[in-house]
Structure formats: structure tokens, C-alpha cells
């Protein structure tokens, strides 16, 4: 069994303030016998009886079987914010969903009211996904005790705890609920992916096998028209000249034709890739990003993709593309074992980024210069003895992000206030970048460098670095 560890956990010195803190609380209290009985009782039933239903009924005849007094539960509505009834200790589930009584109304205070004493029932509003209620942001219900001539100080003390014990176990089994039905949604919604987007896109690749051979019958139509237009030609045809007319027309359409059919394949290749990444059953079954790793020559099937995705679109910006950042020749190419759906949606993210953030600067010449550069590096024993590591860079030109900010980047949600302020955006992609480099074993990074900023993420290099130099030096060369 793993054992759960939080990322910030409160010091031991607050957590043994709190236990110190309760055994005064107890001890002010004073609480009968038969009332430390009851909360007990409460608490042990609570855990045994898991559905809603029985913990309305626990909450309610636990305190009559014990104490003597007849209650009753009222819950804020989360669809429509109003108080109703939930349970009673007089005829139990069949009040459920009445309206409350005169006089029973949401209070973040307790109150008496003709013959009851009425407490409110406090939890986390945070987790709940709807809005409970608009009037207290703490309070999803009240509890009821009556007769109020059976009750002195010290019970309704005792009933104001009573209904905050209601309340956190209430919240918990709330949060249960909402997560049954969370994921029986989204097991349901990623059948629906599967069935309505993934298969269907499939059929895309059949279209484009269709298209791509009615082209190439296009161009041997073409051919044969070219054939017949020039065997006119030696004969002396006068409509040579319109007929060769017709066939610039015609080769103009099939380029025009084969271009678009190019990009259409290329957009269809990068959704498919993303598509079977991102929506992926297993990501959903096991909570988690789930890797299907195959060995690939990284640079053609990973960063040149994205490259030619983003070049356009950076050019448009004025952002000029080098290539010369790191020690690896970019005509070099390493194998590597990812996946590489979830490993291109990195660099689709960081080249995203650039095109967004890269500004223009002055460099040492006083000369203005606005531009991306990309490379590879290797990093002997990165991940210890023996263990190299391959570092990819990203870098673009513009101020350094200051260092109160530098250490947030892969946060999730964070943005820099220019961020904010000049990019739409949420603040998700460099944390996606974070997890899916980490799921892979590795560390991203930032560093402010000269002239600009360098994003980086670092993998594990499976390969001895002795059979990479043998690559380096032709050895290993497609």
C-alpha cells in the first residue's frame, strides 16, 4: 500500500497545538456520560451506514434513543438554495423534501423558536460544486431539537457540537457522492470519445487515402493529356494553343489541389496524434497520464513537426528560427523511447509560447533582434553516475522574467502580470509540459540567458554515450 504524503502538510507543532486546544474544549464542555455516548455512537454509525438516506436517519434518532428529545435535519437545497426538510425523528425519510416550518429559517447562530431549539449545521462551502445557498456562505442546514423545556444551557451547547459533527460528516459523504457520479460521468464521456470522436476520425485517414489517389490520377490524366497535346504539336494542329491553355489550367488546379491536400494531411496527422494522446482511456481509468512509449528519432518526428506547425505563424510575427542552440548538430538525430503524442504536445506548447512572449532586444552591436532558437545537448551523469541526461531548449528573445515569478512558471493556474495583461490565456501549458516530462522521468527548467529566456526540459538518455559519439562521428547516421 502507498502511503499518502502532501506536498505541504501543517507543522507538527500546529497539529499538536489543535489536539492540545480540543482537550481544553473537552474539558470546558463537560459533557455528560450519556452525551459522550451519543456523539460516540453518531460517530461509529456515521462511518458504518454510507449511504445519505442513513446518515439523515443516524443523525436524528441516535440523539432520541439516547437523550430522549426528538429532532429534525434541514439542508440547504443545492439546486435552489432554499432550506428543506431531510429527516425526522417522528417519521423519518417521509419529510423529506417538505418545506420548513414557520419560523425554521437559515442562521449562521443558533435560536429558539416556539418549542425548539434550532442549530445551524456548518461545513467547507469550497467543496461543493453547486452553490448552496446565498444567504450564509458556511451554513447547509439546521438542526432542530425539541421539546425546548427538556433542554437547559449545557444541552444546547452540546447541540450546537452535535450539529457541527452532522456537518463535517455530511461534507465528506457529499464529496463522495460527487465523486461517484464524476466519474461515472467521465467513464461514460470517454466511451462517447471513443465511440463518437476517435473512431469516426479514423475514417478521415480513409477520405485522405481516397483524395490522395484520385490526385495522382488527376496527374496521370494530366500526363497523358501533356502526351497528346505535344504529339498535335509535331503534326502543325492549329488549336495546339488553346488545347495547351486548358492544360495550364488543369496543372494549376492539381497544384492548387495537391497543396491543400498536404496541409489538410498534415492537420490531420497532428489532431489524430493529440486526439489519441490527450483522450486516451487509460489516462481516465487510472487517474493519471498513462505513457505508450516507442523508440523514435526525436528531432524528425517530434520537434521538426511542430517546427513546421509553428514556423508560419512565428514568421508572421517577425520572430526569425535558429537552430543552433546546443551541442548536438541539428542534422543529428538520437533515438529515444517516449510517447510521442504527449512529448509533441511539449514542444507545441513551448513554440506556443515563443510565438506569444519572444520580444525584440537590442544585442551586443546595439542592433535589434527579435528570434527563436531550439537544440539539444547532452549532460553527462545528470541523473547520477552513469546516467546521462539530453537537455532541450527552447529560447527567445526579451527581458529576463523576474525571480519571484521564474520559480511559478510551472504552476498550475500561474501567470505573470504582463501575461495577464497582454495574452489571453489560463496558465495551463507549462504545467502540462511540467507533468508530462516528469511522467517520463525527467525535469523541466528556466533560466534567464543573455538577450533572452530559456525554457528546458530534461530527459533521460537510454543510450551509453560512447554508441551517441560513434553517431556523432557517422557511425550511427541515416
Known sequence: MNIYCPTDPPSLATVLARIRKKKEDYAKYNFSRTQGRTLRAFFDLAQEFETLENFYRVAVFVPKEFLGVDCCLYLVSQESGRLEAACDSLNGLEVCGMPTPK?????????????????????NRRLFVHRPLQKAEEVIGMFEVFPLSRLDEKDKLFFE?????????????????????????????????????????????????????????????HSILHEKIEAHKKKGCPHVGELEKVEERIFALYSDLLEQYKELEKHY?????????????????????????????????VIDPQLERYRSRLERQGIRIDDLMGGIPDEEDIPLMVDVGLISQVY???????????????????????????????IPDFFGPGKPGIKFNVFTTGPHIPPEYAEHLFDEGFRTPDAQESRHGVGHGLHFVK???????????????????????????HIPLKELEDSALGGGRE
Do not use: W
Open 269 to 301: 496527422k497532428n489532431t489524430s496524434l493529440f486526439l489519441e494522446s490527450l483522450l486516451r482511456r487509460d489516462h481516465f481509468e487510472k487517474g493519471h497520464l498513462v505513457l505508450r512509449r516507442r523508440m523514435c528519432r526525436f528531432k524528425k518526428e
Open 348 to 378: 507545441a506548447n513551448l513554440f506556443s509560447n515563443a510565438e506569444k512572449y519572444c520580444k525584440e532586444v537590442l544585442n551586443e552591436h546595439g542592433e535589434p533582434v527579435k528570434f527563436m532558437a531550439y537544440g539539444r545537448e547532452v
Open 161 to 221: 457540537k452535535y450539529a457541527n459533527r452532522i456537518g463535517y460528516n455530511l461534507h465528506y459523504k457529499l464529496i463522495v457522492k460527487q465523486n461517484e457520479e464524476h466519474i461515472k460521468f467521465v467513464n461514460t464521456l470517454v466511451a462517447d470519445i471513443e465511440h463518437n470522436v476517435l473512431v469516426p476520425n479514423l475514417r478521415y485517414k480513409v477520405f485522405l487515402n481516397g483524395l490522395n489517389k484520385k490526385l495522382n490520377d488527376a496527374k496521370e490524366i
Open 103 to 123: 419560523g425554521i429559517e437559515i442562521r449562521d447562530t443558533s435560536y429558539e423558536v416556539h418549542d425548539s431549539f434550532v442549530a445551524p449545521i456548518k461545513g
Open 435 to 461: 507533468k508530462v516530462v516528469e511522467v517520463h522521468g525527467g525535469v523541466v527548467g528556466y533560466e534567464p540567458v543573455r538577450l533572452g529566456n530559456n525554457f528546458y526540459f530534461i530527459l533521460p538518455l
